[in-house]
């Protein structure tokens, strides 16, 4: 797990306008959570989003300096701007190194699968997460998993994952996690003008009886013969 030193200051004002205020000089208003209570904090904007810029910002330690005293702590929740997108607050979880924490971690499979590559199947992630309990030191970013050998039906389960020592897999060994499934066969759907044509046709051959108006018109002709002669 990655560490970045993230300094703060302590904030004495507080409401909407306070944080305004914040905000218009480049700081974020922001909670630590954690400690014997509650500790209302600002950061440098700048820093805070270089520090939980990627996919892995959930997961990394914020050393976060107070009047010089460093608290431990990953990120906890984020808030953005509904319109801008821009970070309006964040809150923080004060951590001890040398308790193990939990955590759900992506899946990111790695290599190209037999069934896929030669077979034309189709790989399906049946578990995009995995939730592990470690030390926040060696709390990896994401759990790598092969697929390279797996072809049109095989699978593998959260058993069969390799973990560092130290980590511990939390979801049931038997669970699958990644699959090589068939391809799906989409059968071409007939015009509806097609299908119409062919229902008539039926009918027809079936010997049903003719519409009214055609009986009607066979009448009238026959009518005109009897009056000629």
Known sequence: METILLKAEKRADI???AAKSYRNRGKIPCVMYGGE?????????ILLFKA????SATRVILKIDVDGKEH???LRELQYHPITDKFIHADFLEIDLKKPMKAKLPVRAIGESVGVKMKG????YHLKELS????PEIMPSEIEVDVTDLDIGD???VGEIPVSEGIVKNDPEDTSVVLVAMPKIVE???????????????????????????GAAKGSAEDKKTEKK
């Open 132 to 135: 592990v309990e470690c030390l």
């Open 155 to 157: 699978a593998i389960k």
């Open 15 to 17: 409401g909407k306008k």
């Open 188 to 214: 071409e759907e007939k015009p509806a003008e097609e299908e119409e044509e062919g229902a008539e046709g039926e009918a027809v051959a079936e010997g049903e009886e003719k519409p009214a108006e055609e």
């Open 37 to 45: 209570k509650p500790e209302k904090l600002a950061v440098d904007t």
């Open 121 to 124: 199947g189709e790989l399906r």
């Open 52 to 55: 939980l810029s990627g996919d």
């Open 72 to 74: 431990n702590a990953i």
